[in-house]
């Protein structure tokens, strides 16, 4: 890591730090925690931008959407979703780790969706995890773009002041040291 550390664009800001992932593409995240082990300070982050997830929107009520995990075959539907969100002065960026939107969008009403989330039952059911940004059709299909409800955090390494995304066996190995570390400091905290 370089003297000067994660980027911080003037007093009283969070750093933000350049996440890049194996294929080469970049996520701008704000930097959260930092924890040094076996040698390396690996970094806990959240993206600046907003996060989203695109979902195929089941076509009957009793039928399951369904979250779209690969992403390289979704080209001509992530570019309707472009278009719709042009309209809205967002911006669809297929960054490193998770699709994002930047622009400006509405802050979810934290009472409402706490009351949502109850529901009538009072159990949570998985569509309660995220919130539907925009939906859109595609071919014959109905598909949207969720922002997920709970943080979204990004492991990544720092390397010369640049976040290398942790992946794979890495990420398994230390993902349950940063965990603990995590909560050591929440307990002496």
Sequence with gaps: ?????????????????????????QL????????PLDGHDYALLTPVDTPVCLVRIAADED??????????????????????LQEHDLTLVRSAVTLT???????????????????EDGEE????LYEMLIQFRSGDQEYGLYIPLDPFFVV??????VGVLVEDEEFERIQPRIEAELDERESDG
């Design 1 to 25: 890591m370089s003297a000067e550390g994660p980027n911080s664009s003037g007093s009283g800001d969070v750093p933000t730090v350049l996440v890049k992932d194996s294929q080469g593409l």
């Design 28 to 35: 701008l995240c704000f930097l959260e925690q930092l924890i």
């Design 63 to 84: 039928g399951e959407d369904e979250v779209i995990e690969e992403l390289d075959g979704a080209e001509a539907i992530l570019s309707v979703a472009d278009v719709v």
């Design 101 to 119: 939107v930047s622009g400006e969008l509405d802050e979810p009403d934290l009472d409402e969706l706490e009351d949502e989330l109850e529901g």
């Design 125 to 128: 059911d998985d569509s309660d």
């Design 156 to 161: 990544a390494r720092l390397e010369d002041g």
